[in-house]
């Protein structure tokens, strides 16, 4: 559901998405019963890119809202939503903020520029697996040159962290690339060059990931004024 979209010649029913090569296509049926179903009168969604930084399909039922203008390079316009609920119809507003050389800035600023919450999740996920893509890469780098063609890249990336994107497309806010591939490595240099977090040891790095849902449960019970303040020694 994530990564699908409305299909832009209205077809009825659902159907592969080769142009993403990830999650479907669904036209207006799809929509009329997903709107009956949960009787709600409209969808808002927000992550396909337009031009004129939203647009409605399906009869004005699905409105596609996209908040990044000139993304990755581009000259879309941005556009943000606001419906008061007095009010029938929303109000969209699109702007352009000026170009940014997307190649001068690190990746760390590239992922605070564009992306959301959901790609730093991507990243903590890569970074918990690291040791696991590490050896990976390697096994498959014969001759030990650290690149990779970026089809085996992309098979490792789904293989080892079990989750189908479209990795190729992604790659270049993940890691670097010449012409003799993937440089695999820079995937994990890059973003702990701008991160201080990841300036000490990795290995526990990855375990303070695999283990963050627990650390943050554990540190609540013991922050009971929810202060947000290092605990007291009595509080252990």
Known sequence: LLWSDPDPYSRKG???NSERNIGSFFGPNITEQFLSKYNYSMIIRSHQVKQKGYEYTHDEKVLTVFSASNYCDGFNWGAIIRWDYKEQDPWLISYKTEAVNMKKMSFNKQITLFEDPAYQSLVEKIMTNKSSLEKEFE?????????????????????VLQIDLPWITLRSKLVQEDKQGILYN?????YARDNTKFQFNSGIMEDLYVCKDLLIRLFNLIDQD???????TDEY
């Open 186 to 190: 820079t995937m994990f240099d890059e």
């Open 139 to 159: 096994k498959r780098d014969r001759y030990g040159t650290s690149h990779l063609p970026s089809k085996v890249w992309s098979e490792i990336m789904t293989n």
């Open 226 to 232: 929810h202060s947000g303040m290092n605990p007291s």
């Open 14 to 16: 659902c159907r592969n």
